[in-house]
């Protein structure tokens, strides 16, 4: 008993992390020794912002202050001036806004339905709380409490382990984003400007 006692606090004192985490706007982490801030308007990672503004999506080497752009209609801007692109190169550039937009979208959903997991998660401390007191009964025991407890953390696991799954699929699509990158800068000379691309 003491030691399911201990399982609730911690869950409860988790649970409650997690929500505080979430509500915040930008979410900053350190994964790999890159600085990550996730935020409404983009990401950071490290010294390179990646934004959309009107639809356009820009890239912003925060250091060195220069950037790509990449308008609604495919065309390459660097450092705010025009790159005439081949239609090769447009596929390109298409690939990279479409791809960035993507992912961008998926990181905030999930990042809602984190919130919102652990907003379930605080109200399930708060519930395990409550149902220490039906202890009292003696209709109701520990058992009981820890069944239905586990049921309901089941659930909630359940939806942790599909926002992990979609994350994952995040990951390889940063990993497919790198190829097009890749062949980016083989296939656009222009880009050989920004030291960093």
Known sequence: MLRFKKSIVYFFLLSFLLVSVSSVDAKRSRDNGHNTQIGLNGITIDNINIDF????????????????????????????????????????????YRSIDLIIEE?????????????????L???A??????????????????????AKAKKIERKADKIELRAEH???????LEDVSDRMRIAIPELKELSWF
């Open 129 to 150: 709380i409550f149902c220490v007191f039906k202890l009292l009964s003696a209709d109701y025991d520990s058992d009981d409490l820890e069944a239905e407890i586990e």
């Open 170 to 176: 995040i990951e390889d699509m940063a990993r497919e």
């Open 125 to 127: 401390g708060l519930h």
């Open 53 to 96: 503004d009107n639809k356009t999506l820009i890239v912003t080497n925060t250091d060195e202050k220069t950037s790509f752009s990449i308008d609604r209609k495919y065309e390459l801007y660097i450092n705010d001036e025009f790159v005439k692109t081949t239609p090769e190169q447009r596929k390109l550039t298409k690939e990279m």
């Open 107 to 123: 990181a905030k959903e999930i990042g809602w339905d984190g919130a919102k997991i652990g907003v379930e998660g605080a109200k």
